[in-house]
């Protein structure tokens, strides 16, 4: 069943939006009637698959404006605000989705592994996060009246609780990311901007291509998920929206797992 959400006239930035989750986040919300800036890598295929979306935001109607940037570093989060700024004067949304693995050994793992995790994952995110406050604290005149002052969600992972043995840095990255959304959700919530997670079980998306893409790695991934389905990104994209929306206007400092029961321990069943 489509939960329908109103989030026209805003102004939703969403980090990664070329790909998988971001993409249909960015889908979602500006078929919500959100205006979208759709951020992508800065290089030339990121940059292909970024029009595509706007693209495709524009036929439907909607409006939306790609914008590059590496989000680990300062000056591109800069730049990236500005984009939104010249295009749409405000900022009103921000989701922090873009997020990357190095899966290694703990042994084999390089620095190189480690930070590349962590500056995406949780430097990225505390980055853009930083920006959005300022553009909500900056803006001229009230985001809405009765609603919120503005909204950042992170796109955390089922891995901010389960531990992931080869992806040590992926969940030391996402625990990082659920405390740093609480703590942010409990220093700005008198400011009147909320701030939440959003943490996804298996999606079928490029970046575990692995777990799900043959007979065999799909079936035994199957076993980790009570309800039976790998996750579309449209189930997470449409968990964003509600987020989004000032239907959740007392909601703040929450994680929202969508993993189709994947951190109820189903090993379980049966068991102990
Ligand atoms: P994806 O690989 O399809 O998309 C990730 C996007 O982030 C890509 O567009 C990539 O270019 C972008 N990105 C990576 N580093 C970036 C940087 N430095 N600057 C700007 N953009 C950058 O994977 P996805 O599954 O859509 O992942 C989206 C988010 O969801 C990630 O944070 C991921 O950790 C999280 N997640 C995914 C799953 C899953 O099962 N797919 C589960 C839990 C959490």
Known sequence: MRHAVDLSGRVAIVTGAN???????????????ARVVVNHRPNEDAERRGADVVQAILRAGGQA??????????????????VA?????????????????????????????WQAVIDTNLT?????????????????????????????????????VIPWAFQANYAASKGGVSLLMQS???????????????????IRTPINAPAWNTPESMASLLKLIPYGRIGEPEDVARAVAWLACDDSDYVTGSTLFVDGGMTLYPAFRGAG
Do not use: W, Y
């Open 85 to 113: 700024l010249d295009h749409f004067q405000n900022v009103d949304i921000l989701v922090n989705n873009a997020g990357i693995e190095r899966p290694a050994a703990i042994q084999d793992m390089t620095l190189a592994q």
């Open 184 to 202: 942010l959700a409990q220093e700005l919530a008198p400011l009147k901007i909320r701030v939440n997670s959003v943490a996804p079980g298996a």
């Open 65 to 82: 404006v790609t914008a590059a940037a590496d989000i680990s570093r300062e000056e591109d989060v800069e730049g990236l605000f500005r």
């Open 19 to 33: 790909s998988g989750i971001g993409r249909s986040i960015a889908l979602e919300m500006a078929a919500a009637g």
């Open 124 to 160: 990225g995110q505390f980055l853009c996060a930083r920006a959005a406050v300022r553009a909500f604290l900056n803006r001229a005149s009230p985001a809405s009246a009765d609603g919120a002052a503005g909204k950042i969600i992170f796109i955390s992972s089922v891995h901010e």
